[in-house]
């Protein structure tokens, strides 16, 4: 039923506002309406649905095409908004009029082509229905703002209509007339209903035994639920025992397995018992001690923390235990500690009483004093006194180095068997040393003195086994130095007295403690080595103060008066040389050059201060010089590189200063036709060519 007329301004203003907010843009509302929809065909007025508003909007093209027309269906929200609906598109529409002559005043049609009549009716109702038709008779059905093609309804809506020979004008005789028809229709469905009775019984019936057997069927699920459930928890609390008892199986036998260890730990062998507490110290029973004591060891260790879970350090088996073997060290500490004590004793008293044991060392001791005196003034090498040479230089002191190697050659293999007898006596894990006399498969071919063969390892299996006893090794020298500590001390004082005697000797001592270190091999003789390098070292400190003493010597000459001539030092250092090269011996000459270049560069330094002090002499001085040093030095520079690095060092500055004292003769003697050229040479510069003559 329309609410309002079809140009009211207001509904159409609430048509726009909606369109527009749905995102159509450029569409304008040219018609709105209101309806309502029914719940019939042909219901009353009395019976109206909730409102529609259909609106017709229009869409202008800017690109030439033809315009659009859209059929909308807004609907009132519940803040009586109007909002869209539904839309359809209508093509090629042509008019739209309202029926004057329909009751309801809700009739309209839309027209589009000559070819195509449509026919919207609206009923008052629940329903709404617009039928369409055309020439080939398409019927078009719009219910609940849906459209659809409902050719069949037509069809049987006109054969209906043909049955009855009644017209769409003819309404309420056609309503009547359907009303007798559903009453007839009802009458027909209750006396169906009326002979369907026995057998709603049976079916009743039936339904009630189902009933009763499922209630049956149900109480028998429930009792069997229960035993089920009941049947779970007894299946359940017997797994749970058996997973306890399984897990106490596995528990106890890994105890088993742990105290069968530690019951292994806590066993004391026999053997290892009576060794520890009643047995001999005889050579023969040495070695069942060594092992018994080496035992008694592993088991004490075996029983602390480290090597032993603390849960078991505080049960009363291992405490007793550990108490017995702490009796039984204490035990075996002292019954060695009085066996050492009595042994010591008498091996004293053995050598107190053979006066003849060290009677070698004392006579090579007194015939050594006898034949060697220290002079009572040091040699001076260097220094621009009177006198050819050095003091004492022909004087023989190899009965020094003599005395040195003899030292070495006896002490040394004493301290490596000293230390030897200490690392086996002590028990400490180390290769065994090679004994004196024995071959040391270390030695090389060059000749090296035979004393090497007493500071080598050796294997006794033969197979050259990796040594991984660092740990014994240090503990062994930590040892053995607190025990032979001071006797260095001698042999310093050999090194200061050879010192003494002659400095130059300091070179053939380091060449024999060198050889004495190449061939020391022993880790066990720790001790020998340290005071082989300290011996070494002292040696190195007395030569390099003898070489400091013979730098002062030539810086002396620099403070004398003026000198003339070849300086005392340059020959007196070629003798030096010789001497020097003479105690080298095959060793590394790293002393030696060190002391060649502190020497050489402390001579060339003074001699160039002592020429400076004269400019007139100052070539000539360096000339003489540098000429003496390289014709005393010749045959030597052939033969040692760093003397011959110095020879072209004084080659040079020969050379320079020779250029530069002819350059001052030759100016000294044409020195008027040099000042006559160089006069006539400004003249050219400051008078004019025509103006001479």
């Known amino acids: 039923m329309a609410k309002s007329s079809a140009d009211d301004a207001e509904l159409r203003r609430a048509c726009a506002a909606a369109v527009a907010a749905s995102g159509a843009r450029g569409e304008e509302v040219t018609f709105s309406i209101r309806v309502a929809k029914g719940r019939g065909i042909f219901e009353k007025l009395g019976r109206l649905a909730k409102p529609r508003v259909l609106a017709l909007t229009v869409k202008q093209s800017s690109r030439g095409e033809a315009n659009k027309a859209f059929l909308r269906v807004l609907k009132y929200s519940s803040g009586a908004v109007l909002e869209p609906a539904k839309l359809y598109k209508l093509k090629h529409l042509t008019k739209v009029e309202v029926i004057s002559n329909d009751p309801s005043g809700c009739t309209f049609v839309l027209e589009n082509t000559v070819m195509l009549d449509n026919q919207v009716s609206t009923q008052d109702g629940q329903e709404t229905s617009v039928v369409t038709q055309t020439e080939r008779k398409v019927t078009v059905t719009v219910e609940n703002d849906l459209v659809s093609q409902a050719k069949e309804e037509e069809e049987d809506m006109e054969a209906l209509l043909d049955t009855y020979v009644m017209g769409i004008g003819e309404a309420d005789a056609f309503s009547e007339r359907l009303k007798q028809e559903l009453v007839a229709l009802e009458a027909a469905n209750v006396y169906q209903l009326l002979e369907s009775e026995p057998l709603i019984e049976e079916v009743l019936q039936g339904l009630d035994a189902a009933s009763a057997t499922v209630d049956d069927m149900d109480e028998w699920l429930r009792i069997f639920n229960l035993k089920l459930r009941h049947m779970r928890e007894d299946i359940a609390s017997i797994e749970s025992r058996n997973n306890g008892l399984e897990m106490q199986s596995v528990n106890n036998k890994g105890l088993m397995e742990e105290l069968d260890k530690l019951l292994e730990r806590l066993r004391i062998p026999q053997e290892f018992a009576a060794s520890l507490t009643g047995g001999s110290f005889e050579e023969s029973r040495m070695l069942k001690n060594v092992e018994a004591c080496e035992w008694l060891t592993g088991a004490i260790r075996s029983l602390e923390v480290p090597n032993l879970d603390p849960c078991y350090v505080n049960m009363r088996a291992v405490r007793e235990k550990k108490a017995e073997l702490e009796k039984l060290k204490l035990t075996f500490v002292r019954r060695a500690s009085e066996f050492l004590r009595n042994y010591f004793s008498s091996l004293v ?38 006198g050819s040479g050095p003091n004492g230089s022909n004087a023989d002191t190899s009965t020094v180095s003599d005395a040195y190697s003899k030292m070495l050659t006896i002490f040394i293999p004493l301290l490596v068997d000293e230390s030897s007898f200490f690392a086996h006596f002590m028990c400490f894990e180390v290769p065994a040393l090679v004994p004196a006399g024995a071959p040391n498969v270390n030695k090389s071919k060059s000749g090296e003195d035979d004393a090497d063969d007493d500071l080598g390892i050796l294997d006794p299996d033969g197979d ?49 403690t060198e050889r004495y270190l190449s061939g020391q091999k022993a880790d066990a003789a720790g001790f020998v080595r340290k005071l082989l390098h300290d011996l070494e070292s002292r040696i190195s400190a007395q030569f390099s103060r003898f070489i400091d003493e013979a730098c002062h010597q030539i810086e002396r000459n620099e403070r004398n008066v003026r000198q003339t001539g070849i300086l005392a030092y340059i020959p007196r250092f070629a003798v030096l040389a010789s001497r020097m090269e003479q105690y080298i011996q095959g060793q590394s000459r790293d002393l030696i050059d060190k002391a060649y270049t502190k020497l050489v560069s402390t001579m060339f330094a003074t001699l160039e201060k002592i020429a400076q002090s004269d400019p007139k002499t100052a070539d000539i001085v360096l000339i003489e010089n540098y000429a003496a040093f390289q014709n005393s030095l010749y045959d030597l520079a052939n033969v040692v590189p760093t003397l011959a690095k110095f020879y072209h060092q004084a080659s040079e500055s020969y050379e320079l200063a020779c250029t530069r004292h002819i350059s001052s003769l030759i100016y000294l003697q044409f020195e008027r036709m040099f000042q006559f050229n160089r006069k006539v040479e400004e003249l050219t510069y400051t008078i004019a060519a025509e103006e001479v003559g």
């Open 349 to 386: 008293d053995f050598m107190i009483s053979d006066k003849t044991y060290f009677s070698q060392a004392r006579e090579f001791a007194n015939e050594l004093r006898a034949s060697t005196k220290a002079p009572k003034n040091p040699a001076v090498w260097l220094e621009g006194s009177s």
């Open 464 to 512: 050259d086994k990796p040594d991984n006893t660092s740990a014994e090794l240090g503990t062994l020298n930590e040892a053995l130095q607190e025990l032979l500590d001071g006797i260095q001390e001698d042999f310093y004082a050999v090194v200061d007295w050879a010192y003494k005697i002659d400095p130059l000797r300091c070179i053939s001592m380091h060449g024999i």
